[in-house]
């Protein structure tokens, strides 16, 4: 079965924009929880411009599904994870100017960094997953340094389809399948996400060798219109028709 873990970001975004406690992501992360979210998906940025680190420790508290731990490659971050020891962590690029995640990681350039950074997280029980392009070179590289999952970055897919580049989408697609194939042959266990929506999720979630899709502000916007439960289960429904 294709697991589905739901990002909760942007419910503390809306929450941030009025500086009030609601709305409050946990109780988005339990509503996904009882509509079959699989996982729930939080990243804490430096900056905390959604995420804070209550809400961290609120989510360590109240999930009865595993927590994947968004974070960049920092002191402050590894820190943050091996005191709450996380189901999984998600080592992923961040730049303060940034509005969202632009890229994957840069893995073959910073392999003996990123390999003594996450070597305590393994220790810790965490499972590591590296968010990088669907690049072969990358993905050697993260299985060198010990990563134990790749998260292949699927918004430039996103990104062609609807700004109707079909061409240059279905070319990325044939790369997002080579890659994910790769990484499953590398023995790395492969998940997916970034920018998915209705529309696009079918051809992704259709790869055999993908274990999990990540998805959040798609939802968090469609919830505004169906309410969160019945948008996560349209999209749970989509990943399982696409399986089949």
């Given at each position: 079965?294709?697991?589905?873990?739901?990002?909760?970001?942007?419910?503390?975004?809306?929450?941030?924009?009025?500086?009030?406690?609601?709305?409050?992501?946990?109780?988005?992360?339990?509503?996904?929880?009882?509509?079959?979210?699989?996982?729930?998906?939080?990243?804490?940025?430096?900056?905390?411009?959604?995420?804070?680190?209550?809400?961290?420790?609120?989510?360590?508290?109240?999930?009865?599904?595993?927590?994947?731990?968004?974070?960049?490659?920092?002191?402050?971050?590894?820190?943050?994870?091996?005191?709450?020891?996380?189901?999984?962590?998600?080592?992923?690029p961040e730049k303060r100017e940034e509005r969202t995640t632009e890229g994957g990681l840069e893995v073959a350039r910073e392999e003996n960094k990123l390999a003594h950074f996450i070597a305590p997280l393994?220790?810790?029980?965490?499972?590591?997953?590296?968010?990088?392009?669907?690049?072969?070179?990358?993905?050697?590289?993260?299985?060198?340094?010990?990563?134990?999952?790749?998260?292949?970055?699927?918004?430039?897919?996103?990104?062609?389809?609807?700004?109707?580049?079909?061409?240059?989408?279905?070319?990325?697609?044939?790369?997002?399948?080579?890659?994910?194939?790769?990484?499953?042959?590398?023995?790395?266990?492969?998940?997916?996400?970034?920018?998915?929506?209705?529309?696009?999720?079918?051809?992704?979630?259709?790869?055999?060798?993908?274990?999990?899709?990540?998805?959040?502000?798609?939802?968090?916007?469609?919830?505004?219109?169906?309410?969160?439960?019945?948008?996560i289960a349209e999209m749970r429904r989509l990943m399982d028709e696409a399986r089949r």
């Amino acid at each position: 079965m294709l697991r589905l873990g739901v990002n909760i970001d942007h419910v503390a975004t809306v929450r941030n924009a009025r500086g009030s406690a609601y709305p409050d992501p946990v109780r988005a992360a339990k509503l996904a929880e009882e509509a079959g979210a699989d996982g729930i998906t939080a990243h804490l940025r430096e900056d905390r411009r959604h995420i804070a680190d209550a809400d961290i420790d609120a989510l360590m508290e109240a999930l009865s599904v595993p927590l994947n731990f968004e974070m960049a490659a920092t002191d402050e971050m590894q820190a943050i994870a091996l005191c709450h020891k996380p189901h999984a962590v998600c080592i992923v690029p961040e730049k303060r100017e940034e509005r969202t995640t632009e890229g994957g990681l840069e893995v073959a350039r910073e392999e003996n960094k990123l390999a003594h950074f996450i070597a305590p997280l393994r220790e810790a029980g965490c499972r590591v997953s590296i968010f990088i392009a669907a690049d072969q070179a990358q993905i050697e590289a993260a299985n060198r340094i010990g990563a134990q999952v790749i998260e292949l970055h699927t918004g430039a897919y996103c990104d062609f389809h609807y700004e109707g580049r079909f061409e240059e989408r279905d070319a990325e697609l044939v790369r997002l399948t080579e890659m994910a194939g790769f990484a499953h042959s590398l023995g790395l266990e492969v998940h997916a996400g970034h920018g998915l929506t209705y529309e696009t999720v079918g051809p992704i979630a259709a790869l055999p060798e993908l274990m999990e899709l990540n998805i959040g502000h798609f939802l968090i916007g469609e919830s505004i219109f169906r309410g969160l439960q019945p948008a996560i289960a349209e999209m749970r429904r989509l990943m399982d028709e696409a399986r089949r």
